[in-house]
């Protein structure tokens, strides 16, 4: 089993950076991992993933060129860096660890808390 904990969420003008942390209590290499977030009123959303060994990864329409999620598995740890964040990337962001691959939410089994990103205009 696996738990999950975020961090690295806050408050950033438009245009800002924010780095998100996944970091994990087991072995996160055995493990697909994906950032989805969940914006006020509205559904949980996948915004990006990438594969156990780091070597693919795949992205939302409305992140990619501006997100890059990335790995160190010596440190148990997924990561999404944000650049030119907009207002309307504002969500809770979520971490989750698959045992196979894949944009929908039923692909993955251990969730983390979330971590709030706000975008200011």
């Known amino acids: 089993q696996v738990q999950l904990v975020e961090s690295g969420g806050g408050l950033v003008q438009a245009g800002g950076s924010l780095r998100l942390s996944c970091a994990a209590s087991?072995?996160?290499?055995?493990?697909?991992v994906g950032w989805f977030r969940q914006a006020p009123g509205k559904e949980r959303e996948f915004a990006a993933t990438?594969?156990?060994?780091?070597?693919?990864?795949y992205y939302a329409d409305s992140v990619k060129g501006r997100f890059t999620i990335s790995r160190d598995n010596a440190k148990n740890t997924v990561y999404l860096q944000m650049d030119s964040l907009k207002p309307e990337d504002t969500a809770v962001y979520y971490c989750?660890?698959?045992?196979?691959?894949?944009?929908?939410?039923?692909?993955?089994?251990?969730w983390g808390q979330g971590t709030q990103v706000t975008v200011s205009s």
């Open positions: 989750a660890a698959s045992t196979t691959w894949g944009q929908r939410e039923n692909d993955y089994v251990y």
């Open positions: 087991g072995m996160l290499s055995r493990y697909a």
């Open positions: 990438i594969t156990s060994s780091g070597l693919s990864t």
